[in-house]
């Protein structure tokens, strides 16, 4: 059975210390805490149960230094037992002897690939169960919403039509991106003023990710697409999906930030 890349899955380089292995394991377990995910369905608890488990395996293996060890040299004994078996044959072979070779469509999955391909499936777990939690949010707040399709975004919401005046409520988008850097931020800001007329509408972007770039590169992002607007009603608000801790801009539209804070309370 393929060695399991337990560095890969907690995101840590080979020689990370024994500080940086319990980091990064509580801040990796904390995404899929029984608490952050009861409310879903049961196929988002028990990919989360999965995962979990994962992890926890992981870190029971990288905290030990004999364990460790005793991984570190299965893995190399692995790697080096691939590279043998790709190993081109130097000698051609003897006359009337036929070579076996593997049928031309037969593959093989490295390490880094089989880690590749479960990261994709946890992003995907994770930003659907970030936009079911979500979805559930805005219900309970009672907002008056109603759902469109925008490309380029997971979700988009227009505030429904009012029998006398318009709503003043901001149409409302969510993207899930696995980290929300200057370049997430400013292809959603250049995606959201391009829905409608959003110098009269005003549009309220949720950036959704499972880790941020640092506080001041983002605020200078925001800065500088807040220039490029030429008065443009758009708010873009990065927001850690792990724990709900939202860059909130002063001026973001209070159902933003009523939104935000009954997720965060997780009620």
Not at 62 to 71: F, T
Not at 208 to 235: C, Y
Request: glycine share 6%.
């Amino acid at each position: 059975m393929a060695l399991k890349n337990y560095y890969e899955l907690l995101e840590i380089a080979p020689d990370a210390s024994a500080d940086e292995v319990k980091k990064s394991f509580r801040a990796q377990i904390a995404r899929y805490h029984p608490d952050k995910v009861q409310h879903l369905g049961k196929e988002f608890q028990s990919m989360a149960a999965e995962r979990a488990a994962g992890l926890t395996e992981a870190y029971r293996i990288l905290s030990d230094e004999g364990r460790r060890a005793e991984y570190d040299r299965a893995c190399a004994e692995a790697a080096g037992n691939a590279t043998e078996a790709v190993r081109p044959q130097e000698d051609a072979p003897s006359p009337g002897v036929v070579s076996e070779s593997p049928p031309s469509n037969a593959t093989t999955s490295s390490p880094g690939t089989q880690f590749t391909e479960e990261r994709a499936t946890r992003d995907e777990f994770v930003r659907r169960a970030t936009l079911t939690r979500l979805r559930h949010a805005i219900a309970a707040i009672g907002s008056d919403y109603d759902e469109a399709q925008l490309r380029g975004f997971d979700l988009a919401l227009t505030p429904k039509s009012k029998l006398f005046g318009r709503s003043h409520n901001p149409r409302l988008l969510a993207r899930f991106v696995p980290t929300v850097d200057r370049g997430a931020l400013a292809d959603a800001w250049a995606q959201a003023a391009k829905w409608g007329d959003t110098k009269r509408d005003e549009v309220c972007v949720l950036l959704l990710g499972s880790a941020l770039a640092p506080a001041g590169e983002l605020a200078r992002e925001i800065t500088d697409q807040r220039r490029k607007s030429h008065g443009a009603k758009v708010t873009v608000i990065p927001v850690d999906a792990r724990v709900w801790d939202a860059r909130m801009p002063l001026d973001a539209p209070a159902i933003a930030k009523t939104l935000l804070a009954h997720l965060k309370s997780g009620s």
